[in-house]
């Protein structure tokens, strides 16, 4: 516990579970003032509830980030309620097991629509308020596939983290020159619902083939990702950084 | 104080960068062992620490003697007990275009740069397994995967840092050991410091670093605290630049 984001506001997709969920709860216990978004508006209060018990500051913005004028929303009344916007972590992403084969219309576009296009929304949106602000963290979460493929879940989800590792760049030329770092996370295995049609089969395969012998938790993810969001992270940027137990390194 | 109760070695850690990360590691609650060929140096550093109300002890080492960093080591464990975090910082650097580059810069920058990171590492694995936990942290440079005309010999140097954290990332993942390595950017300390006092060096550096500006050293050393820190424990092998954007490789 410090007060490193004390002072702060940071927007967090897909806060209602996971690693999102995860990096919500660490911001608020380190004194930002966090605003929770999600799709889902119910577990997204169960989840807030969780955040604000121990103290933590939470404002909750249901969202679908596949609609530009809903994330405009999300981060012009983040604005307008908060009087600013610090750090923003796209980590809403959607992720389907399939063969090249099941890969269907539907799931490229919704793959694509919320992995990469909710990402290019809000960071278009909270553009003008970090340049004015001369500050922002954004922190976009890949993925290993992203960087490397894989073989189980259907390739627009690879395309997608890789386009998110992309755009990490662009944005951090274009942007640091405002005091605005763009920084990635690629995680391998985590433990999350995402992951739930992995079997514990599968599951112990996977912790048998990284180096650390265990598969990643929420708040392994949640610490990198907050030490992109501080002030200890002010000089990298446009990195996507790694973070899986050993099992990939580049 | 992310490292209370833990006890940190910095190689080349009475002057510049090195400086930063004793003085910054014992803020958050290490005992520090400053190891470095500066006496002088190393001594005010370690009093400055206890000034402070910290624990610090000089080890005058010469990275480079394999019987120096052993000493180095046991010293830490029979003063401290244990050894949780080494940051692999010392090292040196020689400019020279290849036709220009000696025999002895090689000797130099090998035994110093590589042979003595290396043997740094291995010195402190051995007591970080029997503790089933431990940090290695090298510091490498953007040189080592960015081309610099005058820097072959140093760059090759930083580039053996890459696989030398990977292979030792791997061999002690098991024992709860993670190790990586930092490759930081132009940083504003030692010749660059002195190199920045004329306006048109330091906008043509900048030019090409989208934060525009040097890096500082406590950019450097928010990035040691995190890979030294139980924040890190599921990041290992990995490689770490703290340029401002410039390299993005």
Same mark, same amino acid.
Not at chain 1, 125 to 138: N, S
Not at chain 1, 148 to 172: C, E, H, M, P, Q
């Given at each position: 516990?410090?007060?490193?984001?004390?002072?702060?506001?940071?927007?967090?997709?897909?806060?209602?579970?996971?690693?999102?969920?995860?990096? @919500? @709860?660490?911001?608020?216990?380190? +004194?930002?003032?966090?605003?929770?978004?999600?799709?889902?508006?119910?577990?997204?209060?169960?989840?807030?509830?969780?955040?604000?018990? $121990?103290?933590?500051?939470?404002?909750?913005?249901?969202?679908?980030?596949?609609?530009?004028?809903?994330?405009?929303?999300?981060?012009?009344?983040?604005? %307008?309620?908060?009087?600013?916007?610090?750090?923003?972590?796209?980590?809403?992403?959607?992720?389907?097991? +399939?063969?090249?084969?099941?890969?269907?219309?539907?799931?490229?576009? /919704?793959?694509?629509?919320?992995?990469? %296009? +909710?990402?290019?929304?809000?960071?278009?949106?909270?553009? $003008?308020?970090? %340049?004015?602000?001369?500050?922002?963290?954004? #922190?976009?979460?890949?993925?290993?596939?992203?960087?490397?493929?894989?073989?189980?879940?259907?390739?627009?989800? +690879?395309?997608?983290?890789?386009?998110?590792?992309?755009?990490?760049?662009?944005? @951090? /030329?274009?942007?640091?020159?405002?005091?605005?770092?763009?920084?990635?996370?690629? $995680?391998?295995?985590?433990?999350?619902?995402?992951? %739930?049609?992995?079997?514990?089969?599968?599951?112990?395969?996977? @912790?048998?083939?990284?180096?650390?012998? /265990?598969?990643?938790? #929420?708040?392994?993810?949640?610490?990198?990702?907050?030490?992109?969001?501080?002030?200890?992270?002010?000089?990298?940027?446009?990195?996507?950084?790694?973070?899986?137990?050993?099992?990939?390194?580049? | 104080?992310?490292?209370?109760?833990?006890?940190? =070695?910095?190689?080349?850690?009475?002057?510049?960068?090195?400086?930063?990360?004793?003085?910054?590691?014992?803020?958050?609650?290490? &005992?520090?062992?400053?190891?470095?060929?500066?006496?002088?140096?190393?001594?005010?550093?370690?009093?400055?620490?206890?000034?402070?109300?910290?624990?610090?002890?000089?080890?005058?080492?010469? *990275?480079?003697?394999?019987?120096?960093?052993?000493?180095?080591?046991?010293?830490? =464990?029979?003063?401290?007990?244990?050894?949780?975090? !080494? *940051?692999?910082?010392?090292?040196?650097?020689?400019?020279?275009? *290849?036709?220009?580059?000696?025999?002895?810069?090689?000797?130099? !920058?090998?035994?110093?740069?590589?042979?003595g990171l290396f043997f740094c590492a291995q010195a402190a694995a051995k007591e970080?397994?029997?503790?089933?936990?431990?940090?290695?942290?090298?510091?490498?440079?953007?040189?080592?995967?960015?081309?610099?005309?005058?820097?072959?010999?140093?760059?090759?140097?930083?580039?053996? *840092?890459?696989?030398?954290?990977?292979?030792?990332? !791997?061999?002690?993942?098991?024992?709860?050991?993670?190790?990586?390595?930092?490759?930081?950017?132009?940083?504003?300390?030692?010749?660059?410091?002195?190199?920045?006092?004329?306006?048109?060096?330091?906008?043509?550096?900048?030019?090409?670093?989208?934060?525009? &500006?040097?890096?500082?050293?406590?950019?450097?050393?928010?990035?040691?605290?995190?890979?030294?820190?139980?924040?890190?424990?599921?990041?290992?092998?990995q490689t770490l630049i703290v340029d401002g954007g410039y390299s993005m490789i």
């Open positions: 516990m410090s007060a490193r984001f004390a002072g702060r506001v940071a927007i967090i997709t897909g806060a209602a579970k996971g690693m999102g969920l995860a990096t @919500a @709860a660490e911001m608020a216990r380190d +004194g930002a003032a966090v605003v929770m978004t999600d799709i889902d508006a119910a577990g997204l209060e169960e989840a807030a509830a969780q955040v604000r018990s $121990p103290g933590g500051s939470v404002l909750t913005i249901a969202c679908d980030i596949q609609e530009r004028k809903q994330v405009d929303g999300l981060i012009q009344r983040t604005n %307008k309620e908060l009087g600013r916007v610090d750090i923003l972590v796209n980590n809403a992403g959607l992720l389907l097991p +399939g063969t090249i084969e099941e890969t269907t219309d539907d799931i490229i576009d /919704r793959t694509l629509n919320i992995n990469v %296009k +909710g990402i290019l929304y809000a960071i278009r949106e909270v553009t $003008p308020l970090m %340049k004015a602000q001369k500050y922002g963290r954004i #922190v976009n979460v890949s993925s290993i596939t992203g960087k490397n493929g894989d073989n189980s879940t259907v390739f627009v989800y +690879g395309a997608s983290k890789g386009a998110v590792i992309s755009l990490t760049r662009s944005v @951090a /030329r274009q942007l640091g020159p405002f005091g605005v770092t763009c920084n990635a996370v690629a $995680p391998h295995a985590v433990m999350t619902e995402m992951m %739930k049609y992995w079997t514990d089969e599968k599951k112990q395969k996977a @912790a048998d083939a990284i180096p650390v012998r /265990r598969l990643g938790t #929420v708040e392994d993810i949640a610490h990198l990702i907050c030490f992109l969001s501080s002030d200890d992270s002010a000089f990298i940027n446009g990195e996507t950084v790694n973070i899986n137990g050993g099992y990939y390194m580049d | 104080m992310r490292l209370e109760g833990k006890v940190a =070695v910095v190689t080349g850690g009475a002057k510049g960068i090195g400086e930063a990360y004793s003085l910054g590691l014992a803020e958050e609650g290490a &005992r520090v062992v400053i190891a470095d060929l500066d006496e002088a140096a190393g001594k005010k550093i370690a009093q400055q620490v206890e000034k402070a109300g910290g624990k610090a002890r000089f080890v005058r080492t010469d *990275v480079s003697r394999k019987g120096d960093v052993e000493a180095l080591i046991a010293e830490t =464990v029979k003063t401290f007990g244990r050894i949780d975090v !080494l *940051v692999n910082n010392a090292g040196i650097l020689f400019t020279a275009p *290849v036709e220009d580059t000696t025999e002895a810069m090689w000797d130099s !920058l090998l035994a110093v740069n590589v042979k970080m397994k029997k503790q089933k936990s431990g940090k290695i942290i090298n510091i490498s440079s953007i040189a080592a995967v960015g081309g610099q005309a005058g820097l072959c010999a140093y760059s090759s140097t930083k580039g053996a *840092v890459l696989p030398l954290t990977r292979v030792f990332a !791997l061999e002690l993942a098991e024992s709860n050991i993670q190790v990586n390595a930092i490759l930081p950017g132009t940083t504003d300390t030692g010749m660059a410091k002195a190199a920045m006092a004329d306006p048109e060096w330091t906008r043509q550096i900048t030019a090409g670093i989208p934060m525009k &500006r040097l890096g500082r050293t406590r950019d450097l050393l928010g990035a040691v605290l995190y890979f030294a820190s139980a924040d890190s424990d599921y990041c290992t092998g």
